[in-house]
């Protein structure tokens, strides 16, 4: 099934070409940017709100983007069950918004952690997920100083219940080691799901990992998950 895609662009944000060369370069998705101030999206499929420094992370990492125009149309898209991607900053922004529960905090010893990560995929039948092999372990960078999830121990247990933990730290053995927490993540999340699973937030950087020039491709299996599932509602 083809699939229409926006990448929708914050002042300060860094990463959208990013998302605009994995999508169209690299997979020959049909995409366009959104404007933070327009009031609709372009007609598409699939949403994503990349990484970077939205309105330069001033006030909290994301929360003055959530009141940009254009977080109107992204909610009613996640709302119509369509699926939505927030990378790094852009998980920042849907967490701010409501569309996700918990909140990314300022990274443990208050560092800028710019490193490749191990991921162990922990629901592996979303939209976003399934084209992971079994057993497999993604390799793919982070670059974030406020990537610490957080949320309290209902809203955990509740991820971790109804299958909305996407991604964990994990390290070569795919352990979710306190060594391999790269930020003090609560139980080494990497990634969460929202109650649909249509929405995706995600610090590490997949569209980084498309090609093995960047030192990894893993990042493939996300996006060749999301090209399987279509634009279906969920």
């Known amino acids: ?36 101030g327009d009031a609709s999206l372009p007609p598409c499929d699939l949403v994503v709100l990349p990484g970077g420094f939205s309105y330069g992370d001033y006030l909290r990492c994301g929360a003055i983007a959530r009141f940009s125009r254009i977080m109107g149309a992204v909610a009613d898209h996640a709302k119509a069950g369509r699926p939505v991607i927030g990378i790094c900053n852009g998980f920042q922004v849907l967490c701010e918004a409501g569309l996700l529960p918990g909140a990314l905090l ?28 079994d057993g497999k372990l993604l390799r793919m960078p982070i670059a974030h100083g406020d990537g610490r999830y957080h949320a309290d121990a209902a809203t955990l247990d509740r991820l971790e219940q109804e299958g909305r933990v996407a991604f964990r730290y994990v390290d ?13 993540a609560a139980r080494n999340i ?40 279509g634009g279906r509602a969920a």
């Open 172 to 184: 070569d053995a795919g352990s979710a080691t306190p060594v391999a927490n790269p930020n003090g």
């Open 106 to 133: 300022p990274n443990e010893g208050r560092h800028f952690r710019c490193i490749e990560v191990l991921l162990r995929a922990e629901n592996r039948a979303s939209r976003f997920t399934s084209a992971i092999p």
């Open 190 to 229: 990497a990634g969460i799901l929202n109650e649909r699973g249509n929405v995706l937030g995600m610090m590490p950087h997949p569209e980084r990992s498309v090609e093995r020039l960047l030192g990894s491709d893993d990042g493939r299996l996300i996006f060749e998950s999301l090209l399987a599932a």
């Open 1 to 36: 099934m083809t699939l229409k895609a926006s990448v929708v662009i914050f002042p300060g944000s860094n990463c959208d070409h990013d998302a605009l060369h994995a999508l169209g370069r690299v997979f020959g998705v049909s995409v366009e940017q959104a404007w933070h």
